[in-house]
């Protein structure tokens, strides 16, 4: 209206009255109509043209500005220091060091460095373009200190992150008896707050009290940042809870710090507050406070954060966009999250990378169908991309592609990164590519205790127990300290080739960490311990732990079962729910195995139905297999049938081999028959199968059946596995095959066993070749099952081990019953116990009898 006035009136405006109008509007934001007053004007010096610069960089038009400079330049109009000021500005803010540099030239020839706005403008403008060694030459060549230029560099450094620098400049400011202030203190908190150095930041904070700038707002904003970024909740909350009325960044900063630090209930509680309060959430706090909502696992409240992005008009904002798609996966709910993913307008990197993060736990292959749409869609995936596609191929097994992905990972020259190195092995450990992870062991520039512990566990998953042992070693070489995840994955890898004495070093390490009570270590320990054939231990670490979940009491009733102590186990169930322990599918399996090794079919058929009526578990394959074998065992093979008919699942070849090994044990010819022709369509290369076939035509006398069954395997090129025991004496482990004449003591073990037949021959035993399923001579049937594995494992041991009273063998198939009967008299003779674990269980022979009571 006043500018309408005064056109109408016919007044002559002077230079000043124009340069009043293009100030008023650009300082109003109307910055089309300022440059109209600016084109209207007859005469443009250069305080209108300096005006008109400064009214653009006030609205952060920085490129804006630089081209109304160049146009000024153009004009013939010699800018002054207040302009050059206001350019520098402009450069600062659209980062152009470039121009920026060519004014410096300007400036030196004009002789306007002595300036100092200009020369702090300088410092600014290098400082926040990272060119810090050009930042600090001009601060200190300036003829005059001042605070500006040096909070300007020291602001760059911190931005670079250079706290060391930044706390040097700040005590050279304190020496030379610089004047600083508030904005010194917030700038050097900066610094602390960008490299996380808490002793610094708290030093700057007792300057801040001593200095009386303690109730300043921003200062203690940017306390509250420094703490946050240093990791210190408790005391951020302390300067935050003294603030009268923080701003959003300030609620946001506190809400990122409660998040990171893993206290999402306290960061929720936090953001409700805010919004109680009135203010307005910004893009920044929506983004921590759903990061925070996706570790709660509340989809109700989820979906309320959901409409608060709505309500403050955020939708569309790409970062929040991605929050919202994690909150969403993580929780479980792919199609609200794939429905973000699907409705948004741009997609970034992090957005593919949200979305496939989902599905990379997921068996199926839509992780990788993910990945291949990231390529179709000209991006370029990153190390993050590249850990949730190998955890994809991880998930479903797929070795093939992860090798494809490993290219492209040497390719982007990501193979040496930890991380990225540690989904690498992981993919090929779980895959059984052994000696692809050891590469990738080999090429990392640093191994960190996650790395450590992938390698470890999934060595002892891939059945590879002494590389897990080599490895816990080289961890330890590297000074790495194991956590509770590490030993229980060592611990693992000692029950699978069952060395006890790297076990029992693995539980002092356990001790000294102070992980006894963990469950997770405990049950691992009670599984080592149970399968390198000391129950006793295994039963001691059990009973010494105060808190049993579930997965304890699966392994110690499983170790019972395998220990041929199935009362004990069902004993333990029934403790099991008086605890109030909630059984799961693995506890079933354990129960219906001890009734299987038992006999105790009622009881077996009970526990199978009480699954699904009482606690509502469906039964797996492994739980029908337990029943098939129950009834197997005694010999109801009508019933074996009829039960399978009914079956829920289709039978699959776990079935099969159980139904087959009851033919065995019975002689059941026909159906031996039939069911072993469905085993070799199922898994024609497993030599098992052939030779349970070929063994109960051997022992019905069916001779030209074995030689058809020898040479359909012959033809297949399958090859019998050979039987093969194993002891420990002295911290080594000595193998022994059957009919073995390699070792170097073996003629002392041969001399050894002729001492004991001649002694079991004197109380009666009489070998009985039935055992011994080849067409054969007597004689030679004898000789053969008088050099079975597990007997020349016995004889080194008493030789090599006097003062022991328990000899633990290891065997690879089942013990023979010949076999069997043998070791349950010698151990009546020796007075030693002898246990022997076999590829079903452990039998443990003391004073002429066996654990499993002769039902095996």
Known sequence: MIHREIMESGFELDSHLWVSLINFYAKCGCLSVARQVFDEMPERDVVSWTALISGFVSEGCGMEGVRLFCEMNEEGVS????????????????????????????????????????????????????????????????????????????????????????????????????????????????????????????????????SGCEDEEFLSSSLVDMYSKCGRADDALKVFWKLKSPDVVTWSAMICCLEQQGREEDAAELFSMMMSSGLRPNQFTLTSILSAAKELGDLRYSRCLHACVHKYGFASETLVNNALITMYIKNGSFDYGYKIFDTMSHRDLVSWNALLAGFHDNQSSDGLRI?????????????????????????????EVGKQVHGQVIKQKLDSDCYVGTALIDMYVKSKCINDAEKIINRLNEIDLFTWTTVISGCAQADQGEKSIFYFKQMQKDGVKPNEFTLAGCLRGCSA?????????????????????????????????????????AEMIFEAIDSHDTVLWNTIINQYVLHD??????????????????????????????????????????????MTDVYNIPPTIEHYACMVDILGREGKFNEVESFINQMTLPPNNLIWQTVLGACKVHGNVELGQRVAEKLF??????????????????????????????????????KKEPGCSWVEVDGQTHVFL????SHQKIVDVHQKLKELEQKLFSVGYIPNTDYVLRNVSEVEKRE?????????????????????????????????????????????????????????????????????????
């Not at 059957?738 to 004449?741: A, F, K, L, P």
């Open 738 to 741: 059957s009919q073995d004449t």
């Open 565 to 610: 102590q199935g009362e004990k186990a069902i004993k333990f169930f029934e403790k099991m729910l008086t605890k109030n322990v909630s059984p799961d599918g693995v506890t079933f399996i354990g129960l219906l195995s001890a009734c299987s090794h038992l006999g105790l079919t009622e009881l077996g058929q009970k526990y199978f139905h009480s």
């Open 371 to 399: 990945y291949q749409r990231i390529l179709e869609n000209g991006f370029k995936p990153n190390m993050f991309t590249y850990i949730s596609t190998l955890r994809s191929c991880t998930s479903s097994l797929n070795s």
């Open 784 to 856: 053969i099952l008088s050099h079975h594995s597990e007997r020349l494992a016995l004889s080194f041991a008493l030789i090599n081990n006097k003062s022991n009273k328990t000899v633990t063998i290891f065997k690879n198939l089942r013990i023979c019953g010949d076999c069997h009967k043998y070791m349950k008299l010698v151990s009546s003779i020796i007075n030693k116990d002898i246990i022997i674990r076999d590829s079903k269980r452990f039998h443990h022979f003391k004073e002429g009898s066996c654990s499993c009571q002769d039902y095996w």
């Open 79 to 210: 800018p002054n220091e207040f302009t050059i000021a206001t350019v520098l500005k402009a450069c600062c803010l659209c980062l152009n060091v470039e121009f920026g540099k060519q004014l410096h030239g300007r400036i030196v020839k004009a002789g306007l460095f002595s300036d100092g706005h200009v020369g702090s403008a300088l410092v600014d403008l290098y400082g926040k373009c990272g060119e810090m060694e050009y930042a600090e030459k001009v601060c200190v060549c300036l003829p005059k200190e001042n605070a500006v230029s040096w909070n300007s560099l020291l602001n760059g450094f911190a931005l670079a992150g250079d706290d060391q620098r930044v706390l040097r400049l700040f005590c050279r400011m304190k020496e030379s008896e610089m004047t600083f202030n508030k904005y010194t203190l917030c700038t050097v908190l900066k610094g602390c707050a960008s490299s996380g150095n808490l002793k610094a930041g708290r030093v700057v904070h007792g300057m801040v009290i001593v």
């Open 681 to 718: 369509q199922i898994e024609p290369g497993v030599d098992s199968n052939y030779i349970m076939l070929s063994n109960i035509f051997a022992a019905n006398g069916m001779w030209d059946d074995v030689a058809r069954i020898r040479a359909l395997m012959s033809s297949q090129g399958i």
């Open 497 to 537: 080739i069952t060395t006890l004495n790297n076990g029992r070093q693995l539980h002092s390490f356990v001790i000294k960490g102070g992980h006894v009570d963990d469950p997770f270590v405990a049950s691992a320990l009670v599984d080592m311990y149970g399968k390198c054939g000391s129950i006793k231990d």
